[in-house]
């Protein structure tokens, strides 16, 4: 178990609609990260938070929005939904001490139909 | 740029066999390297870390992974593998200080009896 907790672990929905992927990271870890996992583009980096703040954002479509709340749990909010957007979405959480590797949650499985 | 470039897509393995799975990374400067390990249904887990110093890295599960600067690699080895190790493996490259790691492909490992 890494600690980072994501929920929920699946999600249906249709096209045109919004959703929202929960993370709660490690107990004392100050940074979240999410990735899209999908069989086309394999593991692609979207967004980083340290700490409340936005820290480095990778390929995240405009439609796509993340923020970090002060007890540290991030929310992903996927709106106006393509197939495309098929995939697992992880989050994972990384400590303050730069040798701190990334810790991955389970993931959250998003099927658009 | 950075990247990885995992070029064994899948390999079958027989158990009690030894394994190795082949990392080439393209980076400007001194490379943080990681093996992460995904089995079905779950999250990447780490493997193991390269940081500095000692270029053999021994990690969980009985795998390590060597550093070699003139090849630019960092191949996972296994001397003898379980049926468990069945997995997708991906390596991963990072900068120093910032951990929008970039992802290879992943291999997929079959064991089989």
């Known amino acids: 178990d890494s600690g980072v907790t994501q929920t929920p672990k699946h999600l249906i929905t249709a096209t045109g609609q919004r959703v929202t992927l929960r993370c709660s990271p490690r107990?004392?870890?100050?940074?979240v990260y999410w990735y899209q996992q999908s069989l086309d583009q394999g593991l692609q980096f979207l967004i980083q938070?340290?700490?409340?703040?936005?820290?480095a954002k990778g390929n995240i479509l405009e439609r796509f929005s993340a923020q970090q709340f002060p007890d540290l749990h991030s929310e992903l909010n996927l709106s106006s939904l393509e197939l495309g957007d098929s995939a697992l979405y992880f989050c994972?959480?990384?400590?303050?001490?730069?040798?701190?590797?990334?810790?991955f949650g389970n993931g959250t499985r998003l099927t658009v139909t | 740029a950075q990247s990885v470039t995992q070029p064994d897509i899948h390999i079958t393995v027989s158990e009690g066999a030894s394994l190795e799975l082949r990392c080439n990374y393209s980076?400007?400067?001194?490379?943080?390297l990681f093996w992460y390990v995904q089995s079905p249904g779950q999250g990447l887990q780490l493997l193991l870390k390269?940081?500095?110093?000692?270029?053999l890295v021994q990690g969980i599960k009985g795998f390590e992974a060597e550093f070699k600067r003139s090849q630019s690699s960092f191949n996972l080895r296994k001397p003898s593998v379980h049926w468990s190790d069945a997995a997708e493996y991906f390596c991963?490259?990072?900068?120093?200080?910032?951990?929008?790691?970039?992802f290879g492909a992943g291999t997929t490992v079959t064991v089989r009896a």
């Open positions: 994972a959480s990384s400590g303050t001490d730069y040798n701190s590797p990334l810790h």
């Open positions: 107990s004392g870890d100050l940074s």
């Open positions: 938070y340290y700490n409340g703040e936005e820290r």
């Open positions: 980076y400007g400067a001194t490379p943080y």
């Open positions: 390269y940081f500095s110093g000692d270029t």
């Open positions: 991963a490259v990072g900068p120093l200080n910032d951990y929008k790691l970039s």
